[in-house]
């Protein structure tokens, strides 16, 4: 009667499964997103770059298709109306920004059109591409009094000029078009405002792609570095495009140790179990082939 030799005949199947088992759960442990990989404002090393503090924030200049919210007040009533669509100064001070950016926005926008102007009523059309707010809140105050006074009086007024309806915009892992609350918005205000990044989004090499002037850029950055509050990178402009990407070579991942245990004891006992059947395959066999023999 045929004996076989367990440990000659299935050693080095055993062998062969552990080894695969181990590379396994190698891999299972690599795939964990440490904290070293989320987490923000790390010290700079070599893995997370360091930023010149080359933190300036310049005012928006105002480009094609902007919208405007325009306000013209002043102590004569019947100038306040005709330059605020009937308006006097009393209901101008009820009306808030908010108001202004929503349900007034036809009343009292201007759209900067193709030809980088806007069309003001009795100045006409005003080149304000190029220029910033303030520069329009100047330029407007000097052409309405000159009017005002060549029509024999010389009330004193002041213009509001702001933005509305600035937006940016996320994709990747995180997709969405979100409003600029305010004028200086943060990368860390603008990734609050989306829900955060995923536990599995790269952080390492966040892209922007910007609108400059008459040309489009693309800056990529770590948003980990906490040098990052110093630099060009720290405030979201009008109409950016942030791109989040999912880390490179995760089609799956664990985010914590508790999560990376249970997988590994998922597998073993899985392992062990599709090894039980095998076994039992092969001790049928074995058993087949000796009765065979007699």
């Known amino acids: 009667m045929y004996i076989p030799n367990f440990c000659t005949t299935f050693a080095p199947q055993m ?5 695969i088992l ?54 004569d009533e019947k100038i306040t109306a005709l330059f605020n669509a009937g308006a006097t100064s009393t209901n101008m001070r009820q009306l808030t920004r908010s108001n202004a950016a929503n349900s007034n926005t036809d009343l009292y926008t201007y759209c900067v059109n193709k030809d980088g102007n806007i069309n003001f009523p009795t100045l006409g ?27 024999g009086t010389m009330p004193n007024i002041a213009v509001e000029v702001q933005v509305v309806g600035r937006t940016f ?17 943060t990368i860390f205000e603008a990734l609050a ?44 402009e009008p109409n950016d495009v942030i ?14 140790v508790a999560t990376a245990i249970s997988v590994t004891a998922g597998t073993i006992s899985f392992g062990v179990f599709i090894y039980s059947i095998v076994q039992r395959i092969i001790n049928a066999a074995g058993k087949t082939n000796n009765a065979s023999t007699r």
Do not use: W
Request: a positive charge; hydrophobic letters at 35%.
């Open 169 to 185: 915009s996320i994709v990747g892992m995180k997709s969405g078009r979100y409003t600029l609350p305010k004028e200086k918005v």
């Open 243 to 256: 791109y989040i990407r999912k880390m490179p070579g995760y089609s799956f991942g664990i985010n914590s």
């Open 22 to 75: 181990i590379s396994l759960i190698t891999v299972l442990l690599t795939s964990c997103v440490t904290s070293r990989k989320v987490n923000y404002l790390q010290e700079p090393d070599k893995h997370i770059p360091s930023y010149n503090d080359t933190l300036l924030f310049a005012d928006y200049i105002l480009q094609t298709d902007d919208r405007l919210y325009i306000q013209v007040y002043s102590l």
């Open 193 to 236: 405002m989306a829900g955060d990044i995923s536990d599995f989004g790269d952080r390492s090499e966040i892209k922007i792609i910007r609108e400059e002037s008459d040309s489009t850029v693309v800056k990529t950055f770590d948003v980990r570095s906490a040098d990052i509050v110093n630099s060009e990178f720290y405030y979201v």
């Open 125 to 151: 059309f005003i080149s304000v591409r190029g220029m910033n707010t303030r520069q329009v809140k100047l330029l407007l105050e000097e052409r309405l009094s000159g009017l005002i006074v060549q029509q």
């Open 15 to 19: 062998r062969q499964r552990f080894f």
